[in-house]
């Protein structure tokens, strides 16, 4: 006897079949997420660093910008490697 989640699966997949993705598929997605970390690592030493010197300044508001700055970064970033990567399965 099949479990709730067996079943589950089973319906889902037989709604949107699951797609295989061939190796240079693969590939350009492990591109777009190596170049997407090392972007956000860019991102995170350049921020952290200004937030540091605004720490040891004392301006909390600048702060609060750079951090806010930094997770909008990150989020775009993210959402740009995200748009690429459907993009490459979607020419499967």
């Known amino acids: 006897m099949k479990s709730a989640y067996e079943l589950a699966m089973e319906r889902l997949e037989r709604q949107s079949p699951s797609k295989q993705l061939s190796a240079k598929q693969k590939e350009a997605i492990a591109e ?22 605004a720490t040891a300044s004392g301006k909390l508001d600048e702060v ?8 909008m ?9 995200e748009t690429k990567k459907a993009k ?3 020419g499967a």
């Open 32 to 53: 777009i997420e190596s170049a997407a970390r090392a972007r956000i690592a860019e991102r995170e030493l350049f921020l952290n660093g200004e937030i540091a010197k």
């Open 73 to 81: 970064d990150m989020r775009r970033i993210n959402d740009e490697s």
């Open 88 to 90: 490459v399965r979607g």
């Open 64 to 71: 609060e910008q750079l951090q806010n700055q930094l997770a």
